[in-house]
């Protein structure tokens, strides 16, 4: 009987710990398109110059308010970052996206590009994504 009660205390305890090192970021990718929900995107890594872009992330599990923004990193090394959204408990999935024209620049330099997804000031995942260049 002991036997048992121990077992069936080991397991809640893993299962409890399980559920408490859920990751940050379930899912992340870059998505082409001037929707506000990531149903009306499509998930691309290749975009024209003049293409919105836009990071549909998926939380995991949260009990709390978390700060979720990305850092877009230039073929130059220049760095660019969305505003910063606040994801309450309730929230599973944020829609970031970077005003390239508030940038004061009508296209998205070609090239290669790398974007960071921050929850709660850490860095939780890096995507990778190409620019095209603009046509003639």
Not at 1 to 9: D, E, H, P, S, T
Not at 14 to 37: I, K, N, Q
Not at 75 to 80: A, Q
Request: glycine letters at 8%.
């Amino acid at each position: 009987m002991k036997r048992i009660a121990l077992v069936l205390v080991s397991v809640g305890l893993v299962a409890l710990l399980a559920a408490c090192g859920s990751d940050a970021v379930h899912d992340a990718y870059v998505a082409s398109g001037d929707g506000t929900t990531p149903d009306a995107l499509v998930k691309t890594t290749t975009f024209l110059a003049d293409d919105d872009l836009n990071v549909v992330v998926t939380l995991g599990a949260h009990s709390r308010s978390l700060p979720v923004y990305a850092v877009f990193t230039a073929p130059s090394g220049v760095s660019y970052a969305t505003d910063t959204l606040e994801a309450d408990k309730t929230v599973g999935q944020v829609l970031l996206g970077l005003d390239w024209e508030s940038q004061g620049t009508g296209s998205w330099p070609s090239g290669t590009w790398t974007m960071d997804v921050y929850i709660d000031n850490a860095r939780a995942k890096t995507l990778e994504f190409t620019v095209g260049a603009p046509s003639s």
